[in-house]
């Protein structure tokens, strides 16, 4: 199938090079038409009428991040968030990757559809306070738990060092495709809040937050839009992986298809 993508990073550092040389790759292979846009101009790309049949988002939106300061949410405008609902609405695909799951923190509605929410600082959501995230980079094995789904075709299990997250994931709302076998006590992971301010030497760790989810890719939807989170991601490294490569170009593919809208169109509320 012939799809147009859209990529988007910005709000944080990423080895560029190295991840437009994957999507060049990716849709190379396969046929499909990309551009790539940057963050904040890139946001009026997500809206209904967007030309594209999916977004991927590799950005952070919605967060004030320099090292040394304290992160800071800072909220989405009524019109970004209109311009947001009418692009759930409009069945278009969407796969966020990797630090993406950090964007608008202090939009319950972004995580609510997303599946899952990274906190650089602590927040509420839904009334609920949860404590800064945590990160922890180490060598692991990504385990395909759903052989079966389309994004997962061609994927065998596969090792990989990258970035791990200790962050809510709403797992009653998504369907797990990749878990990952680290040991993923709280305690092996630094508090991220920390770690931007005084740096990883002096961050505690994240002891005393809720075990994490091993779930590290996923399938979700916000009414007839399907949506699928990696969170491998981090690294030059990562990107030339050929399974990780095969596992997000078929994410990318699924999303922008019929079946997936379909999919998503029949988890919806009535």
């Known amino acids: 199938m012939s799809a147009s993508i859209l990529t988007i990073t910005g709000g944080h550092s990423v080895d560029l090079d190295a991840f437009r040389a994957m999507i060049d790759d990716i849709s190379a292979a396969r046929g499909w038409r990309h551009a790539h846009a940057v963050q904040p101009s890139a946001q009026r790309w997500i809206d209904s009428d967007t030309p594209f049949d999916a977004i991927l988002c590799h950005d952070v939106p919605g967060l004030f991040l320099k090292r040394g300061e304290p992160p800071r949410p800072i ?22 990757l990797h630090h993406a799951l950090a964007g608008w923190p202090s939009w319950d509605g972004w995580a609510d559809a997303i599946g899952g929410r990274f906190n650089y600082a602590p927040g509420p959501w839904h009334g609920q306070q949860w404590p800064s995230s945590g990160t922890r980079i180490t060598d692991y094995t990504a385990q395909v738990v759903a052989p079966d789904h389309p994004v997962c075709a061609g994927v065998d299990d596969f ?23 680290a040991d993923f006590a709280p305690e092996r992971f630094i508090s991220t809040y920390e770690h931007v301010i005084v740096g990883e030497d002096q961050a505690p760790s994240c002891a005393g937050h809720e075990p994490p989810s091993n779930v590290i890719a996923w399938a979700t939807s916000s009414g007839p ?25 078929n994410a990318l593919g699924w999303v922008s298809s019929a079946e997936a809208r379909s999919w998503a169109q029949a988890r919806a509320p009535e």
Do not use: M, N, W
Request: proline residues 9%.
């Open 225 to 249: 839009t399907p949506i699928v989170f990696v969170q491998p991601g981090d690294s030059a490294q990562t990107f030339g992986l050929q399974d990780y490569r095969r596992l997000l170009g």
């Open 75 to 96: 909220d989405p405008s009524p019109e970004v968030q209109a311009a947001v609902g009418r692009f759930l609405a409009s069945g278009k695909g969407l796969v966020i």
């Open 159 to 181: 090792v990989l060092h990258d970035e791990l997250y200790c962050c809510p994931v709403f797992e009653d709302r998504i369907v797990p495709l990749v878990r990952s076998d």
